[in-house]
């Protein structure tokens, strides 16, 4: 499995399902919360109707009783069988017409159930002006009161009677019910005597579907009168809301997901070129391509790997650019070898026939004093030339107590000609006073004067080409520079490097001989340079300790 799908399948595992685990839960939380919602109105409205019922049956049952108070009622009860004389029927059928018009039918009872006088739908006294359920549209709700002899206190009949719900609820008095809810009074006998739009049987379960909704009911049971309060709503009208909240709450949690795996994946193909790239780069180094490098494009770990294995690949470079020079600056030791042999060798016959002639020439000859200066150029020279091969191909130097200002004054007499050739100005700015160091004169003398010739090199007819000699506490700093033709970066980064030369003349040996002359004596080499302005090099050579170890005024 590639590392970008195992990255992409964490990002799944890690983000997006708990997303979707997140959805799911809101979607049935919405649920929950609007069955709970509409579960606390069901109740609200329950407690507010069974109050409402409580109160309705406490002025009913007290007029219902003062009915069988009656004089009448309680003489009927209390005479023996058969013994009962004829009432007055038209008083109390005034006082059940004074009675709340939910009052149907009215039945007085012996405690043997054998009935007495009917008022309402069945008593033929009534008249045809008589209350009848059929005629309001709903069937009775029953209840029986027990009725009391006013001397005695004892029962002595039963108050049968048939009420309509309205006699409990009255509309003008329901309480505030949200819509969509079916309130209904259930009998002692368990039937619902309530115009419903469903079969008022389904009210017995507490939920229930009809015609595809699904419905909630609330229940209570009251012992005085004998009844249950139910209460039903639908759940499309309350849920619905919710419902679209979860389901808004679930798109945005999909759209977050999605969102994110989009941005995981393309963070990922990122995140995996870098990583392709190291790895191309990698297997490049490893077949020997060490110029291979890695863009560092990024600033997280990543880019740092790559930037390590930048700098990783580039110190192989440059230890075999070391290695490189080295054993370029051993050819050019070699080659330097053979040349100061064949060089030395007619040196030497040139210098012992200078002698010959010096000795055959008379005393007061004038010739004698050009040719003991020429004696003397050739052993300089001779000097000169073994010393500078011995530093290039050892790194070693004489160590004498010396006046830095003697090697340099000796390296700008011999430039002189080149420049003056060149048309050049040559500017010497020497310190009047000693400039006491331990180093080998003849070395630093071909040092500077390779720094002169190069400086003369550069210059494209005139110009001026300047000598400073500074100090401070712990070196000295030869300045030397010209107004020529400069130098771009990519030459000053290989100005050092053995055989490399701009001028299809030179050896390309100058500059590194003199950076090798430098280090021998424990300095370094400073160089500036703008093209078309020209460049500066400073030589900075310690005024105390070389690597010879040895102080100044010390005897070597």
């Given amino acids: 499995m590639k590392f970008r799908t195992r990255v992409i399948l964490v990002v799944v595992a890690s983000s997006v399902i708990p997303l979707a685990l997140v959805g799911l839960w809101l979607t049935n939380s919405a649920v929950r919360s609007g069955d709970q919602f509409l579960q606390d109105r069901l109740d609200g409205a329950l407690e507010a109707t069974v109050s409402l019922v409580g109160t309705r049956w406490i002025q009913l049952r007290s007029d219902l009783l003062f009915f069988g108070e009656d ?8 005479a023996s069988p058969g013994a009962a004389q004829p009432l007055d029927l038209r008083d109390l059928e005034q006082r059940f017409r004074d009675l709340d018009s939910g009052v149907l039918r009215l039945e007085i009872r012996t405690l043997a159930a054998e009935p007495v006088w009917t008022f309402g739908s069945r008593d033929a006294q009534a008249g045809s002006g008589s209350r009848t359920a059929t005629a309001l549209g709903y069937d009775a709700i029953w209840q029986e009161l027990p009725i009391y002899g006013k001397i005695s206190g004892e029962r002595i009949g039963v108050l049968q009677v048939a009420m309509a719900p309205s006699a409990f609820l009255p509309p003008q008095q329901l309480p505030a019910i949200t819509a969509g809810m079916v309130v209904a009074l259930e009998g002692p006998d368990g039937r619902v005597p309530t115009a419903a739009p469903f079969d008022a049987s389904v009210l017995a379960a507490e939920r229930f579907e009809w015609a595809g909704d699904e419905w909630v009911t609330a229940r209570h049971r009251l012992n005085s009168p004998a009844l ?8 499309g009208p309350f849920m619905g809301s919710f ?12 759209a977050v997901a999605i969102l994110a795996l989009l941005a995981t994946v393309l963070l990922t193909s990122r995140l995996t070129r870098s990583l392709r790239d190291l790895a191309e780069a990698a297997v490049a180094v490893a077949e020997g391509d060490l110029d291979r490098t890695v863009p560092g494009t990024t600033r997280d770990e990543v880019g740092a790997v790559g930037n390590a294995f930048n700098s990783m690949t580039k110190k192989p470079r440059r230890t075999l650019e070391q290695l490189a020079g080295r054993e370029s600056l051993a050819s050019v030791g070699e080659f330097a070898a053979g040349l100061a042999h064949e060089v030395r060798n007619p040196l030497t016959a040139v210098q012992i026939d200078l002698q010959f002639v010096e000795s055959q020439l008379p005393p007061d000859s004038p010739l004698l004093e050009p040719q003991a200066k020429a004696i003397a150029e050739i052993r300089r020279l001779d000097s000169t030339v073994r010393d500078a091969l011995r530093v290039a191909r050892s790194g070693r130097i004489k160590a004498l107590a010396i006046d830095l200002r003697v090697p340099l004054r000796a390296a700008v007499e011999a430039a002189r000609p080149v420049l003056a050739e060149r048309g050049a100005i040559l500017a010497v700015d020497l310190p009047p006073t000693e400039s006491r ?3 080998d004169p003849d070395a630093l003398e071909q040092l500077f004067l390779n ?9 494209d007819g005139g110009g001026c080409v300047g000598v ?6 712990d070196d000295f700093c030869v300045a030397i520079r010209d107004e020529g033709v400069g130098m771009s970066d990519e030459v000053r980064e290989r100005a050092f490097e053995p055989l490399f030369s701009t001028h299809g003349r030179g050896t390309g040996l100058g500059l590194p001989i003199s950076r090798r002359i430098v280090v021998a004596h424990g300095g370094e080499v400073r160089v500036e340079s703008v093209q078309g302005e020209g460049t500066t090099i400073e030589v900075v050579l310690p005024r105390g300790w070389t690597r010879a170890g040895l102080r100044v005024g010390d005897r070597p």
Avoid: Y
Wanted: glycine residues 6%; proline residues 0%.
């Fill in 243 to 254: 419902e679209e909240t979860a389901r808004r709450g679930a798109l945005v949690l999909l």
């Fill in 451 to 459: 720094l002169l010739l190069n400086a003369a090199q550069a210059l």
């Fill in 228 to 235: 249950s309060v139910v209460i039903a709503a639908t759940l």
């Fill in 71 to 78: 004089a009448g009622v309680q003489q009927a009860l209390q």
């Fill in 468 to 473: 400073e000699l500074s100090k401070d506490e």
């Fill in 437 to 439: 160091m331990v180093g």
